[in-house]
């Protein structure tokens, strides 16, 4: 069943500004985690968060998850032209450990 | 050389035929996933396998029916295809790691479905 839905469903920046996507989810996680999906390909894993996890980095990458809002985001510092691309938000429940998704996040950066 | 990989890349077929997807993973995985995103980008699972048996099963018509002969190839078959059925469909794999208690999937690079 579905479990993330991301926001905006859309986001249009410039090079060099921050990019900030959300994700905000119904039932307790076991696992939050952010995939990126260019054009035309398959997605690509990026940072996972547990839910006794409050934050993580990776590179330009920094994910916030507040479990008693039932929400998590993902911030790109300083954005580049080939950031662009869906980000997708999957949690995992219960026993089962199976990822489901939302409908992503479509990020354009300008050049 | 590629993780997980699906063929065909694109399919076009008529309404009413019969088609399958293959889909192989070289990392050693024990779980594989066929997931179909539509025109919307909404990715949902369809399939899980774990070493080979069917562990999840979403609410996908009887028409689809996945082969796992070995714990490598998960391979969707699609009986009397219909119009709804157009989407891109993923084939992913994972190892559940029991120290990090998740599943973190691999993705193929899907697969294109245009049904007339």
């Known amino acids: 069943s579905q479990q993330g839905e991301e926001d905006p469903q859309a986001l249009s920046i410039q090079e060099g500004e921050n990019a900030t996507m959300n994700c905000s989810y119904k039932?307790?996680?076991?696992?939050l985690q952010w995939y990126r999906q260019n054009s035309g390909r398959g997605l690509v894993h990026l940072i996972l968060?547990?839910?006794?996890?409050r934050e993580k980095h990776s590179g330009r990458l920094r994910v916030t998850l507040d479990t008693s809002k039932k929400s998590s985001s993902l911030l790109i510092t300083a954005s580049r032209a080939a950031d662009t691309a869906s980000y997708f938000c999957?949690?995992?429940?219960?026993?089962?450990?199976?990822?489901?998704f939302g409908r992503g996040t479509s990020l354009i950066v300008h050049p | 050389d590629t993780a997980v990989s699906q063929t065909p890349k694109y399919l076009v077929t008529q309404m009413g035929n019969d088609k399958s997807i293959k889909c192989e993973q070289n990392?050693?995985?024990?779980?594989m996933y066929w997931y179909k995103q539509d025109s919307k980008k909404f990715l949902k699972i369809m399939f899980s396998?774990?070493?080979?048996?069917?562990?999840i099963n979403e609410t996908v018509p009887n028409r689809f029916s996945p082969k796992s002969p070995d714990k490598a190839h998960l391979n969707l078959h699609i009986n009397s295809l219909e119009l709804g059925d157009s989407a891109v469909y993923f084939c992913?794999?994972?190892?559940?790691?029991?120290?990090?208690?998740?599943?973190?999937?691999?993705f193929g690079a899907g697969s294109r479905l245009t049904v007339l």
């Open positions: 990392l050693g995985h024990d779980t």
């Open positions: 992913a794999s994972s190892q559940f790691g029991r120290a990090v208690g998740a599943n973190v999937l691999t």
């Open positions: 396998y774990n070493n080979k048996e069917l562990i």
């Open positions: 999957a949690t995992d429940s219960g026993g089962s450990y199976i990822p489901t």
């Open positions: 039932t307790s996680i076991n696992n």
């Open positions: 968060i547990r839910s006794n996890e």
